[in-house]
Nanobody, 129 residues
Framework: QVQLVESGGGLVQAGGSLKLSCAAS????????MSWFRQAPGKEDEFLATIIWTDGGTYVADSVKARFTISKDNAKNAVYLQMNSLEPEDTAVYFC??????????????????????WGQGTQVTVSS
């Protein structure tokens, strides 16, 4: 069973930055992708960014593309989310998700949480105005 542990959240003022980390353990030798989502109070899960484990290809949601960057460290089985110019609207629980294998032909970026095999408990990010 894959376990995902997020860290790096906290309270930050508007305009500030945070870098979230997600450490994965227990996965098989193959990983297709890891991604970041968030859930704000009373809202549905929102896809933020995904990274293909083998070639590092990334896809970031248009809503955060100018401010958020996803990266990975294969040796550490970790994925990161660098968040800049944070806004109060970014306040949410941020969690990472793991997808073992692709289920579409060709390169495909998965943006729905139910397409993933595992996800973590999340880390709270609060942005004050």
């Amino acid at each position: 069973q894959v376990q995902l542990v997020e860290s790096g959240g906290g309270l930050v003022q508007a305009g500030g930055s945070l870098k979230l980390s997600c450490a994965a353990s227990g996965q098989s030798s193959s990983t297709y992708a890891m991604s970041w989502f968030r859930q704000a109070p009373g809202k549905e899960d929102e896809f933020l960014a995904t990274i293909i484990w083998t070639d590092g290809g990334t896809y970031v949601a248009d809503s955060v593309k100018a401010r958020f960057t996803i990266s990975k460290d294969n040796a550490k089985n970790a994925v990161y989310l660098q968040m800049n110019s944070l806004e109060p609207e970014d306040t949410a629980v941020y969690f990472c998700a793991y997808k073992r294998a692709r289920t579409h032909a060709g390169v495909h970026y998965y943006t729905f949480i139910n397409e993933y095999d595992n996800w973590g408990q999340g880390t709270q990010v609060t942005v004050s105005s």
